[in-house]
């Protein structure tokens, strides 16, 4: 290497003379390389062994060309385990970020390797209290790209081929989908990048990457744009030929109930592995599409300790739709109720009631954060104190609407004189509710309406009565247009755009 210049930092600059053009995934051997791969005991692949041949070739010839500058391609026994947190900074205060330490050991399988004889390793599938050097050597992003990693010997002169100089100058991977990723990105006419090695002298280096591909021409360009704008409006149209044209309505006199939920968390049980299961009851003017499932059962979680309490955090969504017919006589209508039940599950297959309960479904639209409380039938006794504890099962109720008014219950008071509870914990929902309808009017009903307001007109004759429903009609009319002017001027140019269909 010569010496160039000095900037006014006071770093000293170099210009190295192994400069070379290197190809996708093409091999160029470092001296580390060249002193293992001359022994065939240590070749484990046919790559490696092919690796051999070349060695030997090389040293048969003139030597390799390149002394700094080698290349890991994406079959190397290096490339998985290249330390990605490499000394490559933009500044010589720069730091790496918490995402870039967190993201520096992530590695892409390969799907197309296996072993040769298919067989399951024999380590543990699933480490229940992983180490933090078990996550940066575990962590895989499971996409298929090829990897190639530019590298350099930035040892000093004389000492060329020891591991612990190697560095990582540019890595370059790609997918299937004509994805390419380039770290460092390349500098754009911004100051290189850093490279400071380790050891005694502390050696700083400076790193250009510069993307010298063929620019495109103007014209394949405006081609490019237009494929882009082109793919842009199918993909518009195919969103709009799913979503439709009209606005879905449900029928006269029918109240459309959506309910977009999540039970968040159960708290205050006695056991731990909790898990819900779950359904809804509908009333006699209530039903729903044969495709909806009214019931479900939530996975099973762990519980935390959160203040005084466990905690058992599901997060688990639901769906839910019904209609209801509002032909009848409102007034009194039930609403669907949701009827839950908490058990547990431990590791050794003790099946436990943790408690029963219910929810009503908001009759209110929008978002709602619900608590319910729960409680779980108690039989006396020591025996089935020890029953739940050792081999676990307690009483269950053979109709879970027991825990409310049951719909099929047809009296005018429910005793539960003799039944012992004891109150548990508690399940957290949060309800998104949307209700749709349209508008009906029974003719019967319009012909009272209108019945009433002649008679409430007295002795006037029907042409008189006829005179005051239109001077009303004008004097709503005009408090209307009083009320249209008082708007801002861009509510009303956009309820203009608006059309209502009956």
Not at 123 to 152: D, Y
Request: glycine share 6%; aromatic share 10%; charged share 25%.
């Amino acid at each position: 290497m010569a010496d160039g210049w000095n900037t006014d930092t006071g770093e000293a600059v170099y210009r190295t003379r192994d400069e070379q053009v290197v190809g996708w995934q093409e091999k160029l051997f470092s001296q580390y390389e060249v002193e293992l791969f001359q022994c065939e005991a240590v070749c484990q692949t046919p790559l490696e062994r092919q690796y051999h041949n070349e060695v030997k070739a090389l040293a048969r010839t003139k030597g390799r060309r390149n002394h700094r500058i080698f290349t890991y391609t994406d079959h190397d026994r290096y490339t998985s385990h290249l330390p990605l947190h490499q000394l490559v900074m933009t500044t010589a205060k720069a730091t790496p970020t918490f995402l870039a330490e967190r993201m520096a050991n992530v590695r892409h399988r390969r799907q197309e390797r296996r072993t040769m004889d298919s067989s399951i390793p024999k380590s543990k599938l699933i480490t229940w209290e992983p180490s933090e050097e078990f996550v940066r050597s575990s962590h895989m992003v499971n996409n298929a790209m090829q990897t190639m990693h530019i590298m350099g010997d930035l040892a000093p002169p004389g000492r060329l081929g020891h591991k612990e100089y190697e560095c990582v100058l540019l890595t370059i991977r790609t997918d299937g989908n004509g994805i390419v990723i380039v770290k460092p990105d390349f500098n754009k006419g911004k100051e290189p990048y850093r490279i400071e090695t380790e050891g005694e002298k502390r050696e700083v280096w400076r790193l250009t990457v510069e993307n010298v591909c063929t620019a495109m021409k103007s014209e394949e360009k405006e081609r490019e744009q237009h494929m882009y704008k082109d793919l842009y409006v199918r993909h518009k149209e195919y969103l709009n030929s799913l979503v439709g044209q009209e606005f879905e309505t449900p029928l006269p006199g029918v109240l459309r109930l959506m309910v977009n939920g999540e039970i968040v968390s159960a708290k205050g049980f006695e056991y731990d592995n909790l898990y819900i299961h779950f359904f809804m009851e509908l009333p006699n003017n209530w039903s729903s599409l044969p495709f909806w499932s009214l019931s479900g059962v939530t996975q099973t979680c762990r519980t935390k300790a959160s203040g005084q309490d466990n905690v058992a955090f599901f997060s688990y969504p639901f769906t839910f739709e019904a209609f209801q017919n509002n032909e009848k006589e409102p007034g009194g209508e039930l609403w669907p109720v949701m009827y839950f039940k908490v058990l547990s599950l431990d590791f050794w297959q003790r099946y436990r009631t943790e408690g029963y309960g219910y929810l009503v479904l908001p009759v209110t639209p929008g978002k709602h954060v619900i608590t319910c409380h729960a409680w779980r039938p108690l039989q006396t006794g020591t025996v089935s104190v020890l029953r739940r504890f050792f081999i676990g099962g307690s009483p269950e109720l053979e109709d879970h609407s027991y825990v409310r008014v049951p719909g099929t219950f047809k009296g005018q008071r429910l005793s539960r004189f003799g039944f012992r509870s004891e109150t548990t914990g508690s399940v957290t929902f949060t309800l998104h509710c949307i209700q749709q309808a349209r508008a009906f009017v029974d003719a019967s009903l319009l012909k009272k309406k209108r019945q009433r307001v002649f008679d409430q007109l007295g002795g006037l004759s029907q042409q008189g009565a006829v005179y005051s429903v239109l001077e009303a009609f004008q004097r709503a009319r005009r408090r209307m247009q009083e009320a249209r002017q008082n708007l801002p001027s861009d509510l009303i140019n956009t309820s203009k755009l608006q059309t209502l269909t009956p």
